[in-house]
């Protein structure tokens, strides 16, 4: 899987240009400014991955760009720093990932999430290993849970809020196309399962839910004929389906599968069970217009749209095993990406669902965070204007929360026409009042992919 682009490498890609360019070098930056006031309660480190190749390095796909891991760290109404560190894998120094061996699972990107669980934090990236960090963003190397990993990791693992559960799962191309993974409360990996029936398609996310655990598998899979470094495309031939799998040590053999309607979703925001028994999962999907556009600017060829996600809307799938059958329907117009949640609600039923909005394909229009409320079908909208994009919203309750929208949202926002970031430190409950506080960042960040507040330990 060659991460330097063997074609048109002197075209500038959109990856490499605007919110998405690269920094070329690692900094640190202390006693931030702070306009507002920070809750005492936001003490911790908000931890982003971004895709940062080496200044010289031109990737073939956003995907293979190294890693780079972002902190900004509060401590009780201040912001004491923030830093920015390369992923040291041997990916960093242009070690293949494919060998004669067979692929190496050290060489990461780890740029696509970060996030923390029985005290380690982990850079992940899904065809490999994940790589531990310290709290200093500096690289302590891969992390295979003692020896009992000798796969990968998906990229978007889910934690239990109740049992403290951290599942995840590896999905390959090859036999065995699909296993899961849970690693308990205290970090021992205690079950390990190839699930049958699974086939080759890509599965990015998934989902969870109190007693159930469900893979998406959507119209894109395998493509040995995809050159870019990461060989999936769509095909028509591809069945879609969700597969529903009871929680448990022997839950793999008893998954049952469900046809859906053609489509690929990136990403999920949560699912749960219904007072019906039904299992409802809700996040955005792409047709292939928009998955081959979207592909197009990943890869930097022509007939890609202005941004990095093409078409993809809000969907709501409705599986009911009593039944055996599954519906769906799209429940929002915009075009929105890296949909979140409060995360103490996942795996149960959710009122609020935030995401970030896109400008249509052409680029007309603003980012815009969007927060919208299930039981009542209102949305609200936070543009940021124009040449300003923000990061997935990460919610982080309030001190004192009673409601599941107590609390506030926190997003770096890219501004393009300074050249410089921000922390928003928004009020989840009303997104269009004022900011509660904005943190000053030395530079503009590159806009990131997946990240987590990881707060200090009680």
Same mark, same amino acid.
């Given at each position: 899987m060659n991460s330097v682009d063997t074609h048109d490498s002197t075209e500038k890609k959109p990856y490499l240009s605007g919110h998405y360019a690269p920094v070329a070098d690692e900094i640190t930056a202390t006693d931030l400014i702070v306009e507002g006031a920070l809750p005492p309660e936001l003490t911790g480190s908000l931890l982003r991955a971004s895709h940062n190749p080496k200044p010289g390095v031109v990737t073939s796909h956003w995907f293979k760009g190294s890693g780079m891991v972002h902190g900004i760290r509060l401590r009780e109404g201040r912001a004491e720093w923030y830093r920015n560190r390369w992923v040291r894998t041997p990916a960093l120094d242009g070690a293949p990932y494919a060998t004669e061996r067979g692929p190496d699972f050290t060489v990461s990107t780890a740029g696509t999430h970060v996030i923390e669980h029985a005290g380690r934090l982990l850079a992940l990236c899904e065809s490999a290993l994940p790589y531990e960090i310290t709290p200093e963003l500096d690289t302590v190397g891969a992390y295979d849970f003692g020896g009992k990993l000798t796969s990968f990791m998906t990229a978007h693992p889910k934690e239990d809020p109740v049992t403290g559960d951290l599942h995840f799962f590896a999905s390959s191309p090859f036999p065995?196309?699909? %296993? =899961?993974? /849970?690693?308990?409360?205290?970090?021992?990996? %205690? #079950?390990?399962?190839?699930?049958?029936g699974a086939s080759a398609a890509l599965k990015h996310d998934f989902a969870i839910t109190e007693n159930h655990v469900l893979f998406l598998e959507g119209s894109v899979t395998f493509d040995p004929t995809e050159h870019s470094g990461i060989p999936y495309g769509w095909s028509d031939d591809q069945p879609c389906r969700i597969g529903v799998m009871p929680q448990g040590p022997a839950g793999a053999a008893a998954i049952r599968w469900y046809d859906v309607a053609a489509g690929f979703g990136m990403h999920f925001a949560n699912a749960y069970e219904d007072a019906l028994g039904r299992i409802? #999962?809700?996040? @955005? $999907?792409?047709?292939? %217009?928009?998955?081959?556009?979207?592909?197009?600017?990943?890869?930097?060829?022509?007939?890609?749209?202005?941004e990095p996600t093409s078409g993809s809307t809000s969907r709501r799938w409705v599986v009911d095993p009593a039944s055996g059958t599954a519906c769906e329907e799209q429940t929002d117009d915009l075009i929105v990406e890296f949909p979140t949640i409060n995360e103490s609600r996942l795996g149960r039923i959710h009122r609020y669902q935030y995401a970030l909005a896109f400008p249509n394909?052409?680029? #007309?229009?603003?980012?815009?965070?969007?927060?919208?409320?299930r039981a009542t079908g209102?949305?609200?909208?936070?543009?940021?204007?124009?040449?300003?994009?923000?990061?997935?919203?990460?919610?982080? @309750? @309030?001190?004192?929360?009673?409601?599941?929208?107590?609390? =506030?949202l926190l997003t770096v926002v890219g501004d393009l026409n300074t050249e410089r970031s921000r922390l928003l430190v928004l009020d989840a409950r009303d997104l269009t009042a004022a900011p509660v506080a %904005? /943190?000053?960042?030395?530079?503009? $960040?590159?806009?990131? $992919?997946?990240?987590?507040? #990881?707060?200090?330990?009680?």
């Open positions: 065995p196309f699909l %296993t =899961y993974y /849970v690693v308990a409360r205290d970090g021992e990996l %205690t #079950i390990s399962q190839e699930v049958p409802v #999962i809700e996040g @955005a $999907i792409v047709d292939r %217009t928009g998955w081959d556009r979207s592909w197009a600017w990943w890869t930097g060829r022509p007939g890609r749209g202005a394909d052409e680029g #007309i229009g603003n980012h815009t965070l969007v927060k919208y409320d209102a949305r609200q909208l936070r543009p940021v204007g124009v040449g300003q994009l923000p990061s997935e919203a990460v919610f982080v @309750a @309030a001190a004192d929360a009673v409601d599941e929208d107590h609390g =506030y %904005t /943190v000053r960042l030395p530079r503009r $960040i590159p806009a990131m $992919i997946h990240g987590s507040w #990881i707060p200090d330990p009680n």
